[in-house]
């Protein structure tokens, strides 16, 4: 029974032991090799590399040479650190010391395995990858080593470079500021530095040159990536966008700004007001006595909530037991009478903090609009359209004219409408040090999970600029998208792919089922020593924050470095405010003081070090302990200024002090991961309330509850296992919510990516110089045939044709008119009509082909294909972003939208192909080489990198059953059967679609 119940523990919690043991022969093949090279000269350990191409060149595969190759490297490592040989890295002299240990060989046999290694904080992940990258550098595709900004990139680069320059290999990196030719010449090397957006916006500009030579990018082979989670999951909500300027900016945020800022003074006077009357009706709560709170004040407190749930008055009524309760049961009696439209009559706006929105209510509309009733009514289009085309005084030209003035209206007050829905979230929703903070008059994003600014990030939809408008700062000018591309899709481009983080294995099921990663946890080289502590709830903010400082104090007091992690800039700056009231000397680390990151952190370990840091998730720098603090608990014992109770049970090494739970639970392993690094010693401890935000939005009710009945007075504290429970289901419960935003995006862009893969592919083939002519001559066919199916239906008799529109269309295509007499197709089949058009538009086509000559020809096919797709994808894209922001709405009429996306977006793509056709054909007619012409793009100073965030909580609801669109139709010359089928015919299959986009595809 024992043994089968040991099997059962075995067969469950064995996978981490399994995945050792099989790493274990590898690594034991490689320490057999050690002694080969022992002997080699320089030199000879250096040619190895040249051995190992040749080799794999004949047949062997890596995973053949891994022992030897990873022998190689540990030979090589060992060689620097006995000699203590020095290199600059970032303008800095480093000595080499450091030898890769077994746990570090297996991390990087996993990371060549194309999986994820999890390797605890300090282990030496960096030296990790360098054997990965050596091997899958070999095949001479290029193997890249992905980083979360410029000085890891740079820092990593130069540092383990001098490794693998020794060993023969070539090494670049690449920054934000480099120029084509400096990138080059970096992915030319044979392993490649770099963030994951500078990566992927080179991918992106790749796809916008109009030189063969100006492609920076070679094949998309090997990369690691650090800090994997950070990149591949945090990172997926914001897609990476280049965009350039439009023409003609018509926001109004600046205009609309005072009536948005007067409309939510308005309210908070309101939601003052009831709290000043709920305070005297709970007078005698706050004192401590027993009160039932009338109908009349619960209404009122619910309305505060729904209308200033960030009032810190309102936070300090909720901790009266019972308050919340009351809310609830009060907002739960309006949902089940439908009468929350009277609960909220009184508000000019509701806010909803869970879920990130904020809506005007009919009273708000009213109010905002007394100077102008009619602000919030749109034009009915189907109305004015019907008025225009039932119009017997208007021509055709005129009703075109007045239907384009009815549509640019109802467009214009639809993006007022907007303007002021974005201005409301921007002052309700988004607060200044927190999501954003404003530096040089810009409105600059505050990563929420690295604490990092993110300079080249704008929020999406015109929040953005909302912000700006509210700031009073610059608004800046209006953007469209030029190309565009998630992080998902991008990395699921390289051949393999693999990452290494501390905290892997709370996202397990994301990396595989989104990237088909495994993870594998890798055994820590020395045995953990931190002490995780349990966490310390207090009931209020306040008494947290005066917890906290008292901690610190007497920490300090004994010399012990402190780390106190913060989740947001405001809070880093309040901490560092009481602290310096308190005489604590101490150095800050947020988005404000992030240019001395390197510098802070090396000072972080030090006796009597106390640093307050914002999400130190992904900082990429250990903080390394000061060899006093581990004598530190000799000296307490000789200091008769300390008592021994300050001290006793206190471990040494890095306090990690937390200030509140963040939203994922990765990130607080992180933080707790900075202490303990390498067998050190350190404690690690959260410090909570009910006002922070994670408990206030989820759970609170229970958590008071527990507090209350615990009979916990303002000031004490309490550990309790429900609490922490009640807090790791909070988390769970944002964890899944997020992924559900980055699901939801990547089922949206995989629609997107089979159509960019299409048009990047035909864009490929143009710009390396593939022979166009047979894919024009295609064009053109399809071209023609368009114009003719759009002008006559084969079942109709030639005299019901349209031929003055289709001479009209055909003349304007290939700049000649219609081959035929006045009334020569009225003696014509539909078939018969269709081919003659074709044929003389394809002897147009070889005339000129034959008067520019073979060069020539060619050049310009492919100036004109380029410019062509270019100038449609630009277009495309920027439709499928409007329809992407309203067919959320589509729900409401219970139609999935991703489903209706899809539908939308594959009509959407077949007439892009087919307006391809046409202005591919049209440009070419009409387009001269003499002088060859200046082939345009956008000027890389005219556009603009975004790794754009995205207002997920606005998008509809995820879809079930993703079903691919599939790709575009590609065009081959038609076959000649009789009888012919026109392209825009029923396809004879049976299949219900056109011919031309069913069996008229197939050769």
């Known amino acids: 029974m024992a043994g089968g119940l040991m099997g059962i523990i075995e067969k469950v919690f064995g996978k981490k032991n399994r995945d050792v043991a099989r790493l274990q022969p590898l690594v034991d093949a490689i320490k057999a090799r050690r002694g080969d090279y022992e002997n080699l ?113 740079k820092r990593d680069a130069q540092w383990m470079g001098g490794v693998l320059e020794f060993l023969g290999c070539s090494v670049g990196y690449i920054l934000g500021q480099m120029t084509p030719e400096e990138r080059r010449a970096a992915y030319a090397c044979d392993v490649t530095y770099g963030t994951n957006n500078e990566f992927g916006f080179d991918y992106l500009r790749d796809n916008m040159v109009v030189h063969a030579e100006h492609l920076v990018h070679r094949e998309f082979h090997f990369a ?68 039932a709170i009338d109908d009349e004040t619960a209404l009122k407190l619910l309305r505060i909530s729904r209308g200033g749930p960030k009032n810190p008055r309102f936070r300090k009524l909720a901790q009266i037991p019972g308050v919340l309760e009351r809310v609830q049961k009060t907002h739960e009696a309006y949902m089940r009478d439908k009468a929350m439209w009277e609960a909220d009559a009184d508000l000019l706006y509701v806010v909803e903090e869970k879920n990130n929105q904020v809506d005007m209510t009919e009273k708000g509309r009213e109010v905002f609009a007394q100077a102008e009733p009619d602000f919030f009514v749109l034009p009915d289009l189907a109305e004015g359209a019907g008025a225009i085309d039932a119009d017997p005084d208007l021509d055709a030209g005129a009703k075109a004219k007045q239907l384009a003035a009815l549509e640019q209206a109802y467009a214009q007050k639809n993006e007022r409408i907007s303007n002021v829905d974005q201005l409301l979230r921007a002052y309700t929703l988004y607060e200044k040090d927190v999501e954003y903070v404003l530096q040089e008059g810009k409105v600059v ?30 608004v800046q000018k209006e953007t469209q998208t030029l190309a565009t591309v998630t992080v998902q899709n991008f990395f699921r481009k390289y051949e393999k792919l693999a990452g290494m983080t501390g905290t892997a294995e709370t996202e397990e099921a994301e990396f595989n089922g989104i990237y088909e990663l495994d993870v594998v946890v890798i055994p820590t080289n020395r045995p953990i020593a931190r002490h995780d502590q349990d966490d310390l709830i207090y009931k209020t903010k306040k008494e947290k924050y005066k917890a906290i400082r008292d901690e610190v104090i007497r920490m300090h007091r004994l010399g012990l470095p402190v780390l106190v992690g913060t989740t947001t800039v405001e809070v880093s700056e309040l901490l560092s405010r009481m602290f310096k009231l308190a005489g604590i000397n101490h150095n800050v680390l947020n988005a404000k003081q992030h240019k001395l990151e390197a510098e802070i952190v090396a000072d972080a370990g030090r006796v009597g070090a106390v640093t307050i840091a914002t999400n130190m998730a992904g900082r990429g720098t250990d903080i390394k302990l000061a060899p006093e603090v581990k004598e530190l608990p000799a000296r307490w014992a000789e200091d008769p200024d300390l008592d021994p109770s300050d001290y006793e049970g206190q471990s040494t090494g890095l306090q990690i002090v937390g200030t509140e739970r963040h939203e994922s639970r990765r990130i607080d392993r992180q933080l707790r991961g900075r202490a303990g690094r390498q067998g050190d010693p350190g404690t690690s401890i959260f410090f909570l309330s009910l006002e922070d935000d994670l408990m206030r939005l989820f759970s609170p009710d229970r958590i008071i509850k527990v507090m209350d009945r615990l009979g916990v007075e303002e000031g004490e504290v309490i550990t309790h296992s429900m609490v922490t429970k009640a807090i790791e289901k909070a988390q769970v419960r944002v964890e899944t919510q997020n992924y559900e935003i980055r699901k939801h995006l990547l089922e949206y ?88 058009l074709t044929e003389f538009a394809l002897e147009k086509f070889a005339a000129k082909e034959t008067r520019l000559g073979t060069d020539l020809s060619g050049q310009l096919a492919k100036f004109v294909l380029i410019q062509v797709l270019d100038d449609h994808w630009r277009d495309h894209l920027n439709e499928l972003v409007m329809l992407r ?29 087919e307006n391809i056709e046409k202005s591919a054909v049209n440009l070419f ?19 603009q990198t975004r790794h754009q965030e995205v207002s997920a909580y606005e998008q509809g609801p995820a879809a079930q059953g993703q079903t691919n669109a599939p790709d575009a139709p590609a065009r081959r010359p038609q076959e000649r059967a009789e009888p012919k089928v026109g392209r825009n015919d029923p396809c004879p299959c049976g299949s219900g679609r056109k011919f031309k986009k069913c069996c008229g595809q197939e050769g």
């Open 445 to 474: 994003i505050v990563d929420t999970f690295t604490g990092r600014l993110q300079p080249g990030r704008r929020f999406s939809d015109g929040l953005h600029q909302a912000l700006e408008a509210k700031e009073g700062v610059t």
């Open 885 to 913: 922001s309203g067919i959320g709405l589509r729900s409401y009429g219970q139609r999935d939208p991703l489903v209706e996306y899809k539908a939308e977006s594959f009509r959407m793509f077949e007439a892009l192909m």
């Open 41 to 153: 000269s320089d030199d000879e350990l250096r040619a190895k590399r040249a051995e190992f191409v040749r080799r794999h060149a004949d047949g062997e595969s890596l995973d053949d040479l891994l022992p030897e190759a990873y022998g190689v490297v540990w030979e090589g490592c060992r060689r620097l650190a006995e000699r203590r040989e020095t290199w600059l890295v970032w303008g800095q002299e480093m000595t080499w010391d450091m030898v890769p240990y077994d746990v570090q060989l297996m991390g990087g046999i996993v990371l060549h395995q194309g999986k994820i290694a999890e390797m605890a904080t300090g282990e030496g992940k960096t030296l990790v990858a360098i054997a990965p990258l050596y091997l899958n550098s070999i095949p001479g595709k290029g193997a890249h080593l992905v980083t979360v900004n410029d000085y890891l990139a």
């Open 224 to 291: 690691i990536v650090d800090e994997v989670d950070s990149v591949l999951i945090d990172e997926a909500r914001t897609p990476l966008i280049i965009s350039g300027a439009v023409d003609k900016s018509t926001h109004q945020f600046t205009e609309l700004n005072p009536r948005v800022n007067n409309l939510v003074r308005q309210q908070m006077k309101m939601v003052n007001d009831w709290l000043s009357d709920a305070e005297r009706a709970l007078r005698p709560a706050l004192q401590g006595d027993d009160v």
């Open 749 to 836: 862009d995989d629609v997107v990516n089979k159509q960019r893969e299409v048009v990047y592919d035909m864009r490929r083939a143009a710009l390396m110089g593939e022979e166009l002519g047979e894919q024009f001559r295609d064009f053109v066919a399809g071209a023609v045939q368009t114009l003719v199916g759009e002008c006559a239906n084969r079942t109709d008799a030639p005299d019901f044709w349209d031929m003055d529109a289709l001479a009209r269309q055909y003349q304007g295509l290939v700049l000649a008119p219609l081959p035929l007499d006045e009334r020569e197709h009225l003696e014509m089949g539909f078939e018969t009509l269709e081919e003659k």
């Open 925 to 943: 007619f009409r387009a001269e080489l003499a002088p060859p012409p200046e082939q345009r793009a956008p000027a890389v100073e005219e556009m």
